[in-house]
């Protein structure tokens, strides 16, 4: 199954290292794609497209300009929609509901920049939150995703990789392919 995730609110100015961060946990953390609302941003795009190319993997990042008609386009393709928000029903609750979701659903993680619409509440399948108190949507994706998967994503290999790490007790290495 499919894990996307739609970002809102993308403020060039203020979140371009906090959206570039949330696409790196995506990709890292196993989601195949993500959306960006708010301001259009080809440098950050870029960003990922550079990322793949050294680090290998088949992960997209692509401009909505606006988050309605995708929403709508995922829940009638059977998406199971999940909001990240602080408000919502705190995640430990929550994991094997979600595991069996993606078992047999598409899903796709909806996380904000700024203050979020609340008519989101109702666009969405559920609403999680990683405890009930202000939190970085970039852990917070990170947590969501481990979770679902279950840490198998931290396994995954990337196909086409010019950069592979060998893991060391200490010290680093890294494998250049170029």
């Known amino acids: ?23 790196l946990v995506a ?10 609302c708010g301001n259009e941003d080809d440098k950050l795009i870029s960003t990922i497209h550079k990322i793949n190319d ?15 008609p995708l929403l709508k386009k995922y829940k009638k393709e059977n ?5 990240c928000t602080m408000y919502g029903e705190n995640i430990p ?3 094997s509901q979600l595991r069996k979701k993606f078992k047999t659903n598409n899903i796709l993680i909806v996380i ?9 509440f109702d666009f969405t399948d559920i ?10 949507e970039v852990a917070a994706l990170a947590i969501i995703l481990d979770r ?17 790490i060998i893991p060391k007790k200490k010290g680093k290495k890294a494998v250049y392919s170029l």
């Open 1 to 23: 199954m499919k894990i996307t995730i739609l970002r809102l609110g993308h403020r060039i100015h203020r979140d371009y290292r906090m959206t570039t961060h949330c696409a």
């Open 54 to 68: 050294s680090w290998g993997g088949e992960f997209t990042l692509h401009y909505a300009s606006k988050w309605r």
């Open 127 to 136: 609403n999680i939150a990683i405890s009930n108190q202000p939190h970085s």
């Open 148 to 164: 679902i998967h279950g840490g198998k994503q931290l396994k995954y290999n990337f196909k086409n990789s010019k950069i592979d």
């Open 79 to 83: 998406y199971f929609v999940i909001l």
């Open 27 to 36: 990709r890292a953390f196993g989601a195949s794609e993500m959306y960006y």
């Open 93 to 95: 609750n929550l994991e």
């Open 112 to 120: 904000g920049s700024e203050k979020i619409p609340s008519e989101l």
